[in-house]
């Protein structure tokens, strides 16, 4: 269920490949069509040559019909689980997609929530399924893969397996024993916590060092120059990252979720939150004090969430967009991997009709720019420091 998104896809890519036959349910036509003809929705590494093969040999399947999921011994869900316009989590998002379809799953099955959850929910899932009357073995296996790496993760990262009962435990480990066999065990609530300390421990990181390098450019200092002397041969700050803009579909929802599950007790999550999101008002308000931006043409360079993905959900770079809307004369992007954004113009037009370039996603297509107008670059892409 959400087979052909962005983590359902590659999983069941990974299973097919390894001898197991997969069938991916989707509601979004489009995406199955697509999967269908063996042409991948999106940029993932080594998928565009995998995908057209599990497909010609019938071990990789997809289609819009629920009745798929009876014949299945296992069933995996992989459905998006965002936060509402309040940054409320929304506990119903993976319940609630099941609900409907209940009758068509059969007693024996092993359900699989895949998707990151509000803590609780499995066990919602559990007492749902037991009111319809489904004795279905339940199970919470995280996914932890990074977008666009998926097919190699999904070979060597541990697997988070979690069930209360032991002979559904090892069911789930069984089926990803056909990935990895480190697997780790832990209750339903151990790992739905897991998965979402996971990601709010990377936003925090981030955070930390786009605060430090706000400090630094306050200074007048280049933040790259004194992350290089922390970091150098010296362990304990090795996982140091440099400034950017963290964002993407992830991070900073789990976050959000983390503090709600706190009531909003979590002070370092909402920090984190405030740093990571007010990074584009803080870069315009230091070019404002630099530049007379509206007489200006500012040029965004990236404007999916990282670099080297097609991915633009909940990206700063349209953040930083909307913001020099309000500022400069003009402002163009481009981006080489995102295709439905109608307004995004050829890379060299925008470097040759702007008066101020911002690097904002560090895709790797940027990396011997070189313009004669001045150039934003808080990723150090271009290896020239990070200083505004």
Same mark, same amino acid.
């Given at each position: 269920?959400?087979?052909?998104?962005?983590?359902?896809?590659?999983?069941?890519?990974?299973?097919?490949?390894?001898?197991?036959?997969?069938?991916?349910?989707? +509601?979004?036509?489009?995406?199955?069509?697509?999967? /269908?003809?063996?042409?991948?929705?999106?940029?993932?590494?080594? *998928?565009?040559?995998?995908?057209?093969?599990?497909?010609?040999?019938?071990?990789?399947?997809?289609?819009?019909?629920?009745?798929?999921?009876?014949?299945?011994?296992?069933?995996?869900?992989?459905?998006?689980?965002?936060?509402?316009?309040? &940054?409320?989590?929304?506990?119903?998002?993976?319940?609630?997609?099941?609900?409907?379809?209940?009758?068509?799953?059969?007693?024996?099955?092993?359900?699989? &929530?895949?998707?990151?959850?509000?803590?609780?929910?499995?066990?919602?899932?559990?007492?749902?399924?037991? /009111?319809?009357? /489904?004795?279905?073995?339940?199970?919470?296996?995280?996914?932890?893969?990074?977008?666009?790496?998926?097919? %190699?993760?999904?070979?060597?990262?541990?697997? +988070?397996?979690?069930?209360?009962?032991?002979?559904?435990?090892?069911?789930?480990?069984? &089926?990803?024993?056909?990935?990895?066999? #480190?697997?780790?065990?832990?209750?339903?609530?151990?790992?739905?916590? *897991?998965?979402?300390?996971?990601?709010?421990? /990377?936003?925090? =990181?981030?955070?930390? *060092?786009?605060? &430090?390098?706000? +400090?630094?450019?306050?200074?007048?200092? #280049?933040?790259?120059?004194?992350?290089?002397?922390?970091?150098?041969?010296?362990?304990?700050?090795? #996982?140091?990252?440099?400034?950017?803009?963290?964002?993407?579909?992830?991070?900073? =929802? #789990?976050?959000?979720?983390?503090?709600?599950?706190?009531?909003?007790?979590?002070?370092?999550?909402?920090?984190?939150?405030?740093?990571?999101?007010?990074?584009?008002?803080?870069?315009?308000?230091?070019?404002?004090?630099?530049?007379?931006?509206?007489?200006?043409?500012?040029?965004?360079?990236?404007?999916?969430?990282?670099?080297?993905?097609?991915?633009?959900? %909940?990206?700063?770079?349209? =953040?930083?967009?909307?913001?020099?809307?309000?500022? *400069?004369?003009?402002?163009?992007?481009?981006?080489?991997?995102?295709?439905?954004?109608?307004?995004?113009?050829?890379?060299?037009?925008?470097?040759?009709?702007? %008066?101020?370039?911002?690097?904002?996603?560090?895709?790797?297509?940027?990396? %011997?720019?070189?313009?004669?107008?001045?150039?934003?670059?808080?990723?150090?892409?271009?290896?020239?420091?990070?200083?505004?």
């Amino acid at each position: 269920m959400g087979g052909c998104g962005r983590a359902g896809l590659p999983l069941g890519m990974a299973f097919a490949e390894r001898g197991l036959r997969v069938v991916l349910f989707d +509601i979004n036509g489009a995406a199955v069509d697509q999967v /269908r003809s063996g042409v991948m929705p999106f940029k993932e590494r080594g *998928a565009d040559v995998l995908l057209p093969r599990l497909v010609s040999d019938g071990s990789l399947s997809a289609t819009t019909e629920p009745g798929s999921i009876s014949g299945a011994e296992s069933v995996v869900v992989v459905v998006g689980t965002p936060v509402d316009r309040f &940054l409320s989590p929304d506990i119903n998002a993976v319940p609630s997609a099941i609900e409907p379809l209940a009758d068509r799953f059969t007693d024996g099955q092993l359900l699989v &929530l895949r998707s990151t959850v509000y803590p609780g929910v499995t066990e919602r899932v559990e007492q749902m399924l037991t /009111r319809q009357g /489904r004795s279905v073995d339940v199970c919470f296996c995280p996914e932890r893969i990074a977008e666009g790496n998926a097919l %190699d993760e999904l070979g060597s990262l541990p697997q +988070i397996v979690a069930a209360r009962e032991s002979h559904v435990m090892e069911r789930a480990a069984s &089926l990803f024993r056909h990935l990895v066999t #480190d697997i780790v065990e832990l209750s339903p609530e151990e790992a739905e916590l *897991a998965k979402l300390f996971t990601n709010t421990w /990377r936003y925090i =990181k981030f955070a930390i *060092a786009n605060q &430090l390098f706000m +400090i630094a450019n306050d200074s007048g200092l #280049d933040f790259e120059r004194i992350r290089h002397a922390i970091t150098y041969n010296y362990p304990r700050a090795a #996982d140091m990252p440099g400034p950017g803009f963290a964002a993407g579909p992830c991070l900073f =929802k #789990d976050t959000m979720q983390i503090a709600a599950f706190s009531e909003n007790s979590f002070t370092l999550g909402h920090a984190s939150v405030m740093i990571n999101e007010g990074l584009p008002l803080y870069v315009i308000g230091r070019l404002q004090r630099k530049f007379d931006l509206p007489a200006m043409t500012v040029g965004i360079l990236g404007m999916a969430f990282k670099g080297g993905s097609d991915d633009r959900r %909940d990206s700063l770079s349209y =953040k930083l967009k909307r913001l020099l809307k309000m500022k *400069a004369k003009r402002v163009m992007c481009s981006d080489p991997y995102i295709k439905e954004d109608p307004e995004l113009a050829p890379v060299d037009d925008v470097i040759n009709e702007s %008066d101020l370039i911002i690097v904002a996603a560090p895709h790797a297509e940027y990396r %011997d720019l070189r313009s004669d107008v001045p150039t934003v670059d808080i990723c150090n892409l271009l290896g020239e420091g990070v200083k505004i």
